[in-house]
């Protein structure tokens, strides 16, 4: 199949790739031409402006639009929009906020677009490890591009079926799902990176009672010296508590115990304040999660703990999100 995609930054980028290595057609625009040469280079068409972009594609066309939450991929949606003509697809695989899709969607069905949201995890690993996607739209129109999405998704891989799955695996077994209509693929992906959140705070914090307070209340010659890059290691192998940041976690410590390239100022980003206004239309509380985005505020504001450098070395990890410069 054949994918409009505009923005090549960590992710985009590394999109077009993991598609062009299952046989697509990509064709790519983005505001630094050096990231449309390198492609190119790969493989894919370039294109110097968006009009060149749906020019050079054949309809119906899909264009995957991969921008910074706001108002850059509102502007662009909105260019594209006027470019384009019925049966087109519009697809925000970005960090937007659903109802804003829900919007979009809307004023785009008057101009008979097609508008697809996609939650996308999978961060700077998603070209080898592949992409675990939420979607939202219209169901035909999913069906047209389950190809692509198919392609993007992790596979099967060696993760033991549920119980009681049985039959060919289904698209969540593969690692994507259609969730609902329009909106709903960035609902999902919104809780999904709240309980990221509460999930890092968690490790943040136990590595830091390791570090910092195991055995102080004993006598000096009988407190630990615990090897925090060892008891990540072990926790990767058979505990309850492993998972892809506990292995991001080993990975960070055994380069650098003391994480001495951070500075434990830990950003956020819409998601996981998006998660807790969510919680509060619908009274639905959630302690752990405001706890850890309240953590992030105060990293920010005060001398980061061992806890705060862990959690910029676990979104470094599976982001390549640097701590911004305050």
Not at 119 to 141: A, D, P, Q
Request: hydrophobic share 40%; with cysteine.
């Amino acid at each position: 199949m054949q994918l409009g995609i505009v923005g090549l930054g960590r992710m985009g980028g590394n999109i077009a790739r993991r598609l062009m290595r299952n046989g697509h057609q990509v064709v790519v625009n983005d505001r630094n031409q050096a990231a449309i040469d390198a492609l190119v280079g790969e493989g894919a068409q370039g294109a110097a402006d968006l009009p060149a972009l749906v020019r050079q594609m054949n309809a119906p066309r899909a264009i995957w639009v991969m921008l910074p939450a706001g108002e850059a991929t509102e502007q662009t949606l909105a260019r594209l929009a006027d470019l384009l003509e019925p049966d087109d697809v519009l697809i925000d695989g970005g960090n937007s906020f659903y109802k804003d899709d829900i919007r979009r969607a809307g004023e785009l069905k008057k101009r008979q677009l097609h508008y697809v949201d996609v939650g996308t995890s999978g961060g700077v690993w998603g070209l080898e490890r592949g992409y675990c996607m939420m979607i939202g739209g219209e169901e035909t129109v999913i069906e047209r591009l389950d190809p692509l999405f198919a392609s993007l998704a992790p596979g099967v891989g060696s993760i033991p079926r549920t119980r009681g799955r049985e039959g060919a695996p289904s698209r969540a077994e593969q690692g994507y799902i259609h969730a609902g209509p329009a909106g709903s693929g960035h609902f999902v992906k919104m809780i999904h990176n709240g309980i990221e959140y509460g999930l890092m705070q968690a490790y943040a914090e136990g590595f830091d009672i390791l570090r910092g307070k195991a055995g102080e209340a004993l006598p000096a010659e009988q407190r630990y010296e615990l090897d925090l890059a060892q008891i990540a290691e072990v926790w990767r192998r058979g505990s309850v508590v492993t998972s892809w940041l506990l292995d991001l976690t080993a990975d960070a410590l055994a380069a650098d115990p003391a994480l001495s390239r951070y500075s434990g100022a830990v950003d956020d980003s819409g998601e996981g304040r998006w998660t807790i206004d969510a919680a509060v239309e619908q009274a639905v509380p959630v302690p752990v999660l405001s706890s850890a985005l309240f953590a992030r505020f105060r990293s920010r504001e005060q001398q980061g703990t061992y806890g705060d450098k862990l959690l910029s070395a676990m979104r470094f990890g599976f982001g390549g999100h640097v701590e911004r410069s305050e």
